[in-house]
């Protein structure tokens, strides 16, 4: 019997290395955009050797697409992957079973019970990686976990389509349903959320902004303003409207002024009124 699971193992991993090379074949690539060669470049430039080399990774979706922490899993490093939905997790939990360090968790993940479920599995305090990206009330999930936990670096997706100097925030519904455009936090508002938790805003791309606490900052980071980084990062792509064409119906907030933005945004979401805060 022990000789028939050894060979069942074998087996295992002889056919995960034939599907790990596979997928070095066909592309290195498993974030959405650039974000995961991103994400590499201020890990070395930010973290220390000898970092924790952990990533938790809430809204994991199925593991590998549009993953941001599939490739460092795939280096080996300590991972907690977080998914509620059913069809996903279950993909989840099969990419990652070939890894030791991956722990597949099916969970709502929740501002009042995240910080709970990070010390279940004795997360760290200042683990290097944060990837989020929940379609939701994600600026709540940062403002409860920031006082509790330092995650060195932050990735997490935003509500692209609202520029600053707008603050847009949903507010925290245990029932959320994304509908059309209607989810997240605006660039202004996180770059008001690292100015109350001592982070920077090192980079937008496209839809998801990078941050790091303040105090790992070197004499060469540069620190953007919600406008130099909405600015670089999406609104003057030259593919930004055929990546996003999605977002054509809110384009005319570009032309607009902050006032006359603020009132689009209270028609466009009428009824979602109540559910959201929106401010210059």
């Known amino acids: 019997m022990n000789s028939k699971k050894k060979l069942l193992n074998r087996v295992r991993l002889f056919n995960h290395e034939l599907e790990k090379r596979a997928r070095n074949l066909k592309s290195s690539k498993h974030s959405n955009f650039d974000e995961e060669q991103i994400l590499r470049r201020f890990i070395t430039e930010l973290l220390p050797a000898d970092h924790t080399r952990t990533v938790v990774d809430l809204g994991a979706g199925d593991g590998t697409r549009w993953s941001n922490s599939f490739a460092l899993v795939d280096e080996g490093w300590t991972c907690l992957a977080v998914e509620y939905d059913s069809y996903k997790f279950s993909k989840l939990a099969r990419a990652y079973r070939h890894y030791p360090g991956a722990f597949a968790c099916r969970c709502r993940v929740q501002p009042d019970t995240i910080a709970a479920l990070l010390e279940a599995y004795e997360v760290k305090e200042n683990f290097s990686v944060l990837s989020l990206d929940i379609d939701s009330y994600d600026y709540w999930m940062l403002d ?7 995650p060195r670096l932050i990735v997490a997706e935003i509500n692209e389509k609202i520029p600053p100097p707008i603050k847009f925030v949903v507010k925290y519904n245990p029932d959320f349903e994304m509908t059309h455009h209607f989810y997240g936090f605006s660039i202004a508002s996180a770059a008001e959320l690292c100015e109350r938790h001592g982070y920077a805003l090192l980079a937008l791309e496209y839809n998801n902004v990078f941050l790091a606490p303040l105090e ?42 902050p006032a006359e933005g603020l009132r689009f945004i209270s028609d466009f979401y009428r009824r979602h009124t109540g559910e959201y805060d929106a401010s210059i």
Request: glycine share 2%.
């Open 216 to 257: 790992i900052l070197t004499s060469t980071t540069e620190s953007l303003t919600a406008d130099a980084a909405y600015r670089r990062g999406y609104l003057e792509r030259s593919d930004r409207q055929e990546k996003f064409r999605q977002n054509l119906d809110m384009e005319i907030l570009h032309t607009l002024t």
């Open 144 to 150: 409860v976990l920031l006082p509790r936990f330092r």
